[in-house]
């Protein structure tokens, strides 16, 4: 699918792989782009550059909670106002909460079992809110093709969506990562499903799962933690840089003969513990 003059929508696009992709798919000529995230300062700050940039408004600033039902509906409404219906979404918004899964405490003998309100806590922004926010996205192309009396969609139409999750190579699971490596996993089996049944509407889905990139959140590990711990089993010797995950994320979207997943992990193999 050309990137070209289409509608795009980028959630956690204040910072980190969501503010790299939004860059990159307003270089590559969306018409339009809703960036969303809960940083309203940095947000809109990256809306008036943009804008500035391009003469004109391309973006529009959309603060709120990812994970909240009426701001989605809200923000889609919007970019339908502005630019047309979206057929590009990138919901990049993610958190992480790590810790080990079970800890013992030695004087005691008694098991902290990972708080279950903080694993719920990480559900909604990285599982839930991005399978939500694709299928806002297919609800409303299925709408749209449904009202011209379209039915199944076919080949000769061109693809009309598409869809492309933020994995994680912890989706093979991580030490300390139970609550992030179980929904960058489940992403997975989103992307699947969402897959053979968006595509009668004729929306693609894909999953990217990034290595370790040179983002807020990684930059937010103890220090020396990085050098330490990922560095000496990652073959290009280096963190990622967000804008080589939004270059594989906008090849992903124009390229429709590429699906389900795509690694891009800077060749980080951990050896066994």
């Not at 860059?23 to 008036?48: C, H, R």
């Not at 909670?65 to 923000?75: G, P």
């Not at 999750?165 to 489940?186: L, P």
């Not at 990922?230 to 967000?242: E, K, N, S, V």
Request: overall charge negative; some cysteine.
């Amino acid at each position: 699918m050309q990137i070209k003059d289409k509608v795009g929508i980028v959630t956690g696009a204040a910072s980190g792989i969501g503010r790299a992709t939004a860059f990159e798919l307003i270089n590559q000529g969306v018409k339009g782009i809703a960036l969303v995230d809960i940083n309203e300062e940095s947000l809109t700050t990256l809306a008036q550059e943009i804008n500035i940039d391009a003469g004109k408004e391309v973006a529009i600033a959309c603060a709120g909670d990812v994970t909240d039902e009426t701001f989605r509906q809200s923000v889609f409404d919007l970019v339908t106002e502005r630019y047309g219906i979206a057929q590009i979404v990138v919901p990049a918004a993610g958190i992480f909460r790590d810790r080990l899964a079970v800890k013992i405490d030695h004087e005691s003998s008694v098991a902290n079992i990972y708080p279950v309100d903080i694993f719920r806590q990480v559900l909604e922004v990285n599982l839930i809110h991005p399978v939500y926010w694709a299928m806002e996205m297919i609800a409303r192309i299925a709408v749209d093709r449904n009202q011209r009396g379209l039915k199944k969609w076919r080949a000769e139409e061109t693809v009309q969506g598409t869809i492309i999750f933020i994995g994680s190579v912890s989706s093979q699971g991580n030490r300390g990562q139970v609550s992030y490596a179980s929904t960058k996993a489940g992403l997975e089996g989103a992307a699947s499903t969402l897959t053979k049944e968006a595509m009668f509407h004729g929306v693609r889905t894909g999953v990217i799962h990034p290595g370790f990139v040179d983002t807020p959140l990684l930059q937010g590990m103890p220090e020396g933690f990085v050098e330490k711990n990922i560095l000496p089993d990652t073959q290009l010797g280096r963190l990622i840089r967000p804008e080589e995950i939004a270059d594989a994320i906008c090849f992903m979207i124009r390229n429709s003969a590429v699906s389900g997943q795509l690694w891009a992990d800077a060749g980080w193999h951990p050896n066994a513990a």
